[in-house]
């Protein structure tokens, strides 16, 4: 981490701890660390994962899970919170959740 870029605007600084900015999944609706979260853009009609954090503007936070995908498939939660009225075409970040999903990590927690 590279950490003293922070440019927040009244983020109170409570207790030396740097808090992590947090950011509510549009899927389940949960609030969570940025972290743990990716951020989904809108680019050319179609909803890209912003994996790099390289695209400007606008960006709709999810927990990268299927679940949640659906969930924001399901009540169009990307277009509002992307202010898109088009539909979105969603078939990258599927792809992206099922690469993820498949690949062999053993998260114990
Ligand atoms: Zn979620």
């Known amino acids: 981490m590279s ?3 922070a440019a927040s605007l009244t983020a109170p600084l409570t207790d030396g701890c740097t808090m992590e ?3 509510t999944c549009v899927g389940c609706r949960a609030r969570a660390p940025k972290s743990s979260l990716v951020r989904i853009v809108a ?3 179609q909803l890209v994962v912003d994996t790099a954090s390289r695209f400007p503007g ?4 999810m927990h990268p ?3 949640c995908f659906d969930k924001s498939i399901g009540r169009r939660a990307f277009g509002r919170a992307l202010k898109v009225t088009e539909t979105l075409g969603s078939e990258n970040v599927a792809r992206f959740l099922a690469s993820k999903e498949t690949q062999p990590e053993s998260l114990d927690s």
């Open 3 to 5: 950490g003293s870029a």
């Open 43 to 45: 680019q050319e009609s």
């Open 58 to 61: 606008r960006g709709a936070w």
């Open 65 to 67: 899970t299927l679940e």
């Open 21 to 23: 900015p947090v950011r």
